[in-house]
């Protein structure tokens, strides 16, 4: 499975991203897609996920409601829409995939994460 992510920039303070993440090759065992997000000397800390066959998603606390994860209509792809984005939400994010293994998971553990995209760099300015 390959990940491609995009849609990240600079923007201010208040402004709004859409950030879109495509798996390709093999992905008909896929259980959940999910975004982290890492600053340089930091530990990756997630953000969403997004369970595949049920769309059932979650949130890292930090969100408060400004950021939503959705799917596309076409494909396997993953939206993250970024809304009211603060100065602290600067960092590379990340995309992520699980695969189906019949197990509860805890859905913040990169570690319960197969595959990942590349990154995509977000600055918000204050």
């Known amino acids: 499975v390959q990940l491609q992510a995009s849609g990240g920039g600079m923007v201010q303070a208040g402004d709004s991203l859409r950030l879109s993440c495509s798996a390709s090759?093999?992905?008909?065992?896929?259980?959940?897609m999910a975004w982290f997000r890492q600053d340089p000397g930091k530990e990756r800390e997630y953000v969403a996920s997004?369970?595949?066959?049920?769309?059932?998603?979650d949130y890292a606390d930090f969100v408060q409601g400004r950021f939503t994860i959705s799917k596309g209509n076409a494909g396997i792809t993953v939206f993250l829409q970024m809304n009211n984005l603060k100065p602290e939400d600067t960092a590379v994010y990340y995309c992520?995939?699980?695969?189906?293994?019949?197990?509860?998971?805890?859905?913040?553990?990169?570690?319960?994460?197969?595959?990942w995209g590349q990154g995509t760099q977000v600055t918000v300015s204050s």
């Open positions: 992520a995939y699980r695969t189906k293994r019949g197990r509860s998971f805890t859905r913040a553990a990169p570690l319960e994460y197969d595959y």
């Open positions: 090759g093999y992905t008909r065992m896929i259980s959940h």
């Open positions: 997004i369970g595949w066959s049920a769309g059932s998603t």
